[in-house]
């Protein structure tokens, strides 16, 4: 699980804001949804994360079984009537699988937009305040930050056995914003002094003006960036935790039906597909956001992305296309 | 596009070498971006004797940047070389590669940028910069590359304890004036400068070009100085170069295109800078902007911007007219007609 | 100077306020968790034991939470960390002392050898821009990252333990054999740790890889960069000299982060393995609800990752001449 965003830890995002000028939410809403287009990273994720939403929402369209009841045949392998199989409980796989996304996709689609809110004030309230409340709010992220977050959640989960969906998303929320925080707090700081800004200020804006209506607009980019890497993240985390059996063991989603998986030697005793498939899920929902993530990378540091025609060898380009070459 | 009979004008320098230091035909350099090809640098050809100060100016995005780059061969990625040649003392760069190119590089022929604290290795210090420059030609003696850094150094008015410094420890002149020794190293046969002075203040800005015109008059070398400010650099420079829209618009002693210009544009940067002894006049710019490169207009590329514009300027491209001592881009010109009318 | 001053306070500092989150936390929690492992352990363990726990846990005591603190940082400055409930009466200094070298040796050596690969492809993807290995890259490597560290294990010991028989999947070592200091143990040891560093290694390396080729791309249109090549510099100097040298740095701070995250992808890919270090420990005391152990892990493992921490901003300091300067 490691982090992909491009940009230094602390450092603005290069190019989020442009120079010298204001972006409207409209106008930078509208970029991003012509950049996904042209990506062909950013469309893949987009499609993947549509179908993972359609099944999550819709789950009966196509799996036709019930995920809990355990009235079919042990440890099947994958047939005609269960396409991965089942369980040793008797519990069909395929429909597990289906109906899982829905818990997995609402903890990593949850937790990442109230991390990121929790982001966005603390960033901007530290950015913006500045003074004790910045040193304060600062060093309570920076603890946070590099405090390793799995563990903690383990020792936090532990002490509330028998936690349930809204409980774990909580517990992400809290351990899970800091990293969000620090970015925004970067950038606010670096816009907080452009001349807009003060042009505002000396307008006699009020300060929350000035932050809905010009700062928020011009971090749209940096604010979807953490939310996709944030629900990345928690995605992980919180199937590692149900991995374990913390969470509620009798609840479907993919993280469950490893631990069952685990708890039963499915490897051991050739039920691979109980084993494999959940994780593959996990990790094609990962693999969703996190390629959304660094397409935006892409797009709002134009310098990464693809050179359009010239290819480079070290620092020159390999390809010099020269006319005629006249000399007097 | 043709141009015109180019020019050599006996300076009457001191040269250290016979023969031109560089003769440029036909330069041109375009970028690829989404939107197409965009020609920054077009068809520009001229000389440069040995010890020979050319200034070449324009404003931002006319290519004078591009142009120098382009002569060096350090282009990066989306630029690229289109087509002409790069005659230096009597080889040409375009042809050479990677490795032919770094023989000749820095011990004939090095590089001042614009910004020293962009330029220098912020991790290394000055004294190690120097020596990697050395090292790369061949010196290996730690006796020698002392010695000659040292020189350098004191050639700048720099305390040598200085060698040791790391970039960010020294002031902004002083880091430019290191950038310059480092150019000295080898004493080159010329020296390229990408707007050395726009970094600094108006009083440390003097005293670099009076040091850079010291050193030149010492070591005899040539100098191609680009900079937006063409009443600095006119002090300074043998022959001055108008750059506009990737095109060369005027080109002639500076005496002569500053004292009388005749391209339309060479006029109006210099009305813009009114003189400070002079009788007052109302402050004038250019209205409008550059046009985009990546669709430069039919005919002349300041005729949407002229003040002298005539019907006949938009029909087709205009090609360098010889007037006097200068070349001017201009139909006007052409017709020995002067911009002033 | 300062500049490490200033990161060894916050050392001090952040250790100091996990010791104090580590004790506030079963406070804190509804109920005492204590309270229900109390009435667990009520006819097992003796009553001294219980007394213990209870004083631990602040639980039914007289003295009031300052003096608790006081009496809790005592025990750890000391060294007592309390007795394992799991493992009782061996006290949980002794029982983790069993089982850190193992996790130090996989954790470690493969963190180390995942940043120096990563960095060096990285570096690589960046000098070839637009070849097949900067096409490739990053999607493959977008996509690895995202990959559950537990799943990547599961594969592995699917087709190299059970398919393939190659290598072991279970345990730091063959249980037949008890720990010594011979080359035998020794290579038993490290067969075992081949397949949970492959785990680790192939998750975690696509990080760094992506990161440092999107830093190198960024120093490579610096103008110290073009400077270099005017001088005539060998590609290779300038390659590691000017570029790699400059665009290592915010990967370096980024280590900091990333440290976490690889620890906690060892816990699982230990608990996957069976491999006996402290994150397998610390699922164990986990099942077993051994608070003490739990505790005590939770701060070591938290202390290891501010000592890399640490490690990392001593090496930037070396590396990069302006955080020395007065700030």
Known sequence: ?????????????????????????????????????????????????????????????????????????????????????????????????????????????????????????????????????????????????????????????????????????????????????????????????????????????????????????????????TFLGTA????????????????????????????????????????????????????????????????FDEISNPALARVPITRTRGLNPVVRRLRANRAD | MRTGQTERLDTGLAGRTSGPVLEIRDLSVSYQTKRGTVRAVEDVSFDLASGEFL????????????????????????????????????????????????????????????????????????????????????????????????????????????????????????????????????????????????????????????????????????????????????????????????????????????????????????????????????????????PDLARPPQGCRFAPRCPKVQDRCKTGPVQLYHVEDVLVRCLRAGNGVSSGD | MRFLLRRAAFFVLTLWACVTLNFLLPRLMPGNPAIALLAKFHGRLSPVALKAIEIAFGVNTNQNLASQYVSYLHDLLTGNLGTSLTFFPTPVSVVIRGAILYTLGLVGVTTILAFILGTLIGILGAWRRGGWLDSILPPVFVITSAIPYFWVGMLLILVFGIQLHWFPYDFAYDPSLSPSLTFSFIGNVIVHSILPAIAILITSIGGWILTMRNTMITTLAEDYVKMARAKGLSSRRIMFDYAARNAILPNLSGFAMSVGFIVSGAVLVEFVFNYNGLGYLLVQALDAEDYPLMQALFLLITVAVLIAILLADIITAILDPRTRSAR
Request: charged letters at 15%; a neutral charge; hydrophobic letters at 50%.
């Open chain 1, 1 to 225: 699980m490691a982090i992909l965003t491009g940009a230094a830890l602390g450092e603005p995002a290069p190019g989020v804001a442009e120079p010298g000028g204001q972006v409207h939410a409209g106008q930078a809403i509208g970029r991003i949804w012509r950049a996904i287009r042209s990506n062909k990273k950013a469309f893949a994720g987009a499609i993947l994360l549509a179908i993972f939403a359609f099944l999550a929402i819709f789950p009966w369209v196509i799996a036709h079984d019930s995920p809990e009841a355990e009235i079919y045949g042990r440890s099947l392998g994958p047939s005609a009537a269960h396409w991965l199989g089942t369980t040793s409980y008797g519990q069909d796989l395929f429909a597990q699988a289906v109906w899982g996304t829905r818990e997995t996709l609402i903890i990593a689609v949850v937790s990442g937009a109230l991390s990121t809110f929790l982001s966005v004030i603390m960033g901007l309230a530290a950015g913006y305040l500045g003074g004790v409340a910045d040193a304060v709010l600062n060093f309570i992220t920076d603890v946070l930050l590099v405090v390793p977050t799995f563990p903690l959640l383990i020792i936090i989960v532990a002490y509330l056995p028998g936690i349930g969906v809204p409980g774990l998303i909580a517990v992400l929320v809290v351990t899970g914003y800091s990293y969000g925080a620090r970015q925004l707090r970067a950038q606010t700081l670096s816009v907080r002094s452009r001349d807009y800004l003060e042009a505002a200020r000396v307008r006699g804006e009020r300060s929350i003006y000035v932050i809905m209506v010009e700062i928020i607009p011009s971090m749209t980019s940096l604010i979807v960036a």
């Open chain 1, 232 to 295: 990345v993240y928690n995605v992980l985390a919180a199937a590692g935790l149900q991995f374990l059996g913390l969470g509620n063991p009798d609840s479907v989603s993919w993280g469950t039906m490893l631990y069952w998986a685990q708890n039963n030697e499915a490897l051991q005793t050739d039920q691979y597909m109980w084993a494999l498939v959940p994780g593959a899920l996990i990790g094609l929902l990962g693999a969703a956001f996190a390629l959304l993530n660094y397409a």
């Open chain 2, 55 to 290: 200034g070449i100016v324009g404003e931002s995005g006319c290519g004078k940047s591009t142009l120098l780059f382009g002569i060096a061969q350090l282009l990066s990625a989306p630029a690229v070389l289109d087509g002409g040649s790069v005659m230096f003392e009597g080889v040409n760069l375009v042809n050479l590669s990677e490795h032919q190119l770094a023989s000749i590089r820095w011990k004939k022929m090095s590089l001042v940028m614009q910004s020293a604290m962009n330029a220098l290795n912020p991790v290394k210090t000055i004294g190690a910069q120097f020596t990697d420059a050395m090292r790369a030609h061949g010196v290996s003696s730690k006796a020698e590359i002392t010695e000659r850094s040292v020189e350098v150094l004191r050639m700048v008015g720099i305390d040598p304890v200085h060698l040791r410094s790391y970039p960010h420890q020294l002031s902004g002149g002083m880091r430019q004036r290191s950038m310059i020794a480092m150019a000295m190293l080898f004493t080159p046969d010329l020296v390229m400068m990408d707007e050395p002075t726009s970094a600094l203040d108006v009083v440390a800005q003097r005293s670099l070009m009076v040091q850079i015109k010291e050193l030149q008059q010492q070591l005899g070398f040539a100098i191609i100085f680009v900079t937006h400010d063409m009443s600095l650099v006119s002090h300074f420079s043998d022959r001055l170069m108008v750059m506009y829209a990737g095109q060369v618009a005027e080109l002639g002693a500076t005496r002569s295109v500053f004292d009388t210009p005749r391209h339309p544009y060479s006029a109006g940067l210099l009305d813009a800078f009114p003189s400070i002894r002079g009788p007052k006049v109302p402050l004038t710019g250019i209205p409008g902007s550059p």
